[in-house]
């Protein structure tokens, strides 16, 4: 069985989502998973986020069983605590908060800050990050990923922001040295969403995993 870093290396695309609506989360991962999916990252943006992560966690065994669920948009160690409480397996943070990091060591999972500068990245290392979120893709854009990966060439980083489910744009990302993207209004369609159709929602999903493995396989 893989660890969780090894899912994680594994993954390429991690869906970045999140919803008020616990039924409707549950639709979309469960979607995504059908669709290929392995690693998702359940974002903290709303009041209903703890709740709603605890519901796709009790979920999981009976239609995504094979599914790593991760926290994103974790600002604070108390938020982190909370989620892993719940059932998270690797935190995101938009920011790299050392404390957030510090809670994860503690835990054992994973801990993935958000970075766009070297400084950023090589402090988050030495504070025990397992990957960086480079973060906002669309501001700093693969040349900077080229650039990092020329001086810290073991770093592990997963670009949000900016990422498409293109040939051209997985191309960019993976052949400047991404280990991931996270993409999330890219990968949904809203009304699918919003009708909760699972048949879009996968098909959409499907897609983009066909279209990295055969970027991955060049």
Known sequence: MMTTTEQLLQAGI??????????????VVAASYAGGIRVFEYTNRNASALDNFRRLVDAKAGQFPQML?????IWESAQAHAFID?????????????????VCQERNIPWIPGC??????????KAGATFIKVFPGEV?????????????PDVQLMITGGVEPTEAS????????????????QLFNKQAVAQKDGRVIEAAVAN???????????
């Open 86 to 102: 719940a059932g998270a397996t690797f935190v995101v943070s938009p920011v790299m908060n050392p404390a957030v990091g510090a």
């Open 140 to 152: 700093v854009g693969p040349a900077f990923v080229r650039s990092v990966k020329s001086v810290l």
């Open 14 to 27: 991690v869906p970045v989502f999140s919803h008020p609506d616990a039924e409707t989360s549950v639709a």
């Open 170 to 185: 997985l191309s960019a990302w993976f052949g400047a040295g991404a280990t991931a993207v996270g993409m999330g209004s």
């Open 116 to 125: 766009m500068t070297l400084t950023e990245v090589y402090q988050a290392q």
């Open 69 to 73: 669920l991760g926290i994103g948009t």
């Open 208 to 218: 983009a995993m066909q279209v990295y493995q055969q970027v991955k396989a060049r």
